[in-house]
């Protein structure tokens, strides 16, 4: 028999098993005990940017906006101002991670590019972000110098010699991320996947990170410099992740993607109205655990809600379009119980900077209806540094012209500037002992900018070229019989809908006729007035990345008695410079019958 005291301990024991009820016991009444409330949700921002391509002053564009109802250009971008406002986002928002969807680097502006984007790693390191998903231009000089870029050091593995500028280049503070690139080890290149964790009182959130490039990087990029690596599937490598991610306790997924789409809307529609592109059919075989997918590569920005064309994929898609005009602010509440997402939203900031005026001679000027940024100090004094010690080769004047020249398309696929390009690897490589070429070739995808001069001309610097041509390749001249001269012309077309088409130079003239079946579309084909002789040989200048099958033109490789010349930028340069007051080159090379 229990006695009054043991009586009431058990009673005591008992009240504290069952906190939710009222017990009367005997002698006391138990009182019930306060039930401990949830964790408060965690609130999570992630700050995101992609195709920065090493922009680190403002890159004098705008992006359009409404504004008290009228459409408004903000102008915007410039790497000090983005730095600026992720500190003021970081400051306000203390669970954060700072994510680059690729593009970081390759394709950049001369003051980034003359110290081989060494300037953007470092000015990026100040800003603190934690991951880069690598994108298929930070493949432009080689898997040894991108090591470089993430590791440090200063092995020179490109004609321009590395740290010029800082003897003790450190390389990234931030990791590369590269799930789907493999070596031949069949390990990844870069760390597939990151986790960043956050701590609130007694709970913690885990948000992972897979980061991943496009799988036809190989198409767009010089097959040296993916030599080496592989690119798998995007989807199956990423879902395939999933599973490990989740049983090390994450509780977001965001998968971080150098692949993209366009739209027909603007930066923040919701509904993404005219939603296309090579992302697509990633997103519809992606796991639907993935909670956020950050893209890019197309330079285009959006803030989509996916179910809205996927029920079955519930994916926030965004991207912030290019060279740091805007900023991608990511909000997830994650509920730290249940390990998951409870709501999430996304919206594009735009990072305006300073006025300029643009190339139709309007002033774009700042405005006080949009936060107004200051660059930010510490990022300011290294863009600075290298931009002082840039100037003199930027700002050196090569020639004069009496009016732009720019990438506009004809119905041909021939535009102005990159016929001109093609007229200059021409010229630099006709001599015998230069290459004896009979004609050049050009690609698209190396024109990167339009040669803007101001009403009734002016002087052209050779930072502008710089602009027009920042890869850095050099020009090569290859002999080919004209029975590949023949194939190369038609590699072109074989695709009727979607061409790939070369820029000729004036010495080159032939005749397309798309109703005719592949690979008996071109014809007839003008080398130097004279009709393509089959069993002849001919010398065609090419610059370093077609050379070696870049675009996927892999006649190019078929090429013999190669002579490498000067780099691209410098023909370009010299070109203008012995041709001052030049007009725009003829589009007249390609006639085409559809």
Request: proline share 8%; aromatic share 8%.
């Amino acid at each position: 028999m229990k006695t009054p005291a043991t009586f009431k301990h058990w009673a005591l024991s008992v009240c504290h098993a069952a906190s939710l009820a009222t017990l009367t016991c005997g002698v006391i009444s138990c009182a019930p005990m306060a039930q401990k409330p949830p964790p408060a949700p965690f609130q999570i921002s992630l700050l995101a940017f992609n195709d920065l391509h090493g922009n680190l002053e403002p890159p004098q564009l705008s992006v359009r906006e409404t504004l008290n109802q009228m459409p408004t250009l903000v102008p915007a971008g410039g790497i000090a101002y983005m730095a600026s406002a992720i500190a003021q986002l970081k400051a306000q928002n203390p669970h954060h991670a700072v994510v680059s969807a690729g593009d970081m680097i390759g394709a950049s502006p001369l003051v980034s590019a003359l110290f081989l984007d060494e300037p953007t790693i470092e000015a990026v390191n100040a800003i603190g972000i934690d991951f880069n998903a690598v994108g298929n231009h930070e493949f432009d000089k080689g898997v040894s110098e991108l090591e470089r870029m993430r590791y440090g050091g200063c092995t020179q593995f490109t004609p321009i010699k590395p740290c010029l500028i800082n003897p003790q280049f450190p390389g990234a503070k931030f990791e590369f991320l590269a799930a789907n690139v493999k070596k031949e080890n069949g390990q990844t290149l870069f760390p597939a996947y990151g986790i960043k964790v956050f701590k609130q009182d007694d709970q913690e959130v885990k948000v992972g990170f897979i980061g991943m490039t496009l799988k036809g990087t190989p198409q767009i990029v010089t097959p040296a410099g993916v030599k080496g690596v592989r690119f798998e599937s995007e989807a199956e490598t990423a879902n395939a992740l999933v599973p490990f991610l989740k049983a090390q306790g994450v509780s977001a997924l965001v998968l971080v993607i150098h692949e993209g789409g366009t739209v027909q809307g603007g930066p923040n529609d919701p509904t993404c109205p005219g939603l296309t592109g090579d992302i697509i059919p990633i997103l519809n075989q992606l796991d639907p655990a993935f909670d956020v997918v950050v893209s890019g590569h197309t330079h285009r920005a959006y803030a989509c809600d996916y179910s809205q064309f996927n029920p079955a994929k519930p994916f926030l898609l965004t991207s912030a379009g290019q060279y740091g005009t805007l900023l991608t602010h990511i909000e997830l509440q994650v509920d730290p119980q249940q390990r998951k997402v409870v709501h999430k939203t996304a919206r594009n900031l735009i990072i305006q900077s300073e006025a300029f005026t643009n190339s139709a001679g309007v002033r774009v000027p700042t405005t006080p209806l949009l936060p107004q940024y200051t660059a930010l100090p510490v990022v300011e004094k290294i863009v600075a540094s290298y931009k002082h010690a840039s100037s003199a080769q930027a700002m050196r004047v090569v020639s004069h012209l009496p009016k732009s020249i720019t990438r506009a398309l004809v119905p041909s696929g021939e535009n102005p500037l990159g016929n001109l390009i093609a007229d200059a690897q021409w010229a630099a490589t006709a001599a015998p002992d230069k290459g004896n070429s009979d004609f050049a070739l050009m690609n698209p995808g190396g024109v990167r900018a339009d040669l803007l001069m101001p009403a009734g001309g002016g002087p052209v610097s050779y930072g502008q070229i710089f602009s027009v041509q920042p890869f850095g390749n050099t020009l090569v001249v290859k002999s080919f019989t004209g029975h590949q001269v023949k194939e190369l012309l038609e590699q072109q077309f074989l695709n009727a809908s979607k061409p790939k088409v070369l820029f000729p130079s004036a010495q080159l003239r032939y005749s397309v006729d798309l109703k005719q079946a592949p690979g008996q579309r071109v014809n007839p084909i003008v080398i130097k007035d004279a009709a393509l002789q089959l069993n002849q040989l001919y010398r065609i200048t090419m610059n370093s990345f077609l050379s070696t099958g870049g675009d996927g033109y892999t006649v190019f490789n078929q090429g013999t008695e190669s002579l490498v010349a000067d780099l691209d930028v410098d023909a370009l340069a010299q070109y203008l410079s012995q041709h001052p007051g030049i007009e725009p080159a003829a589009t007249d090379r390609i006639q085409k019958r559809f």
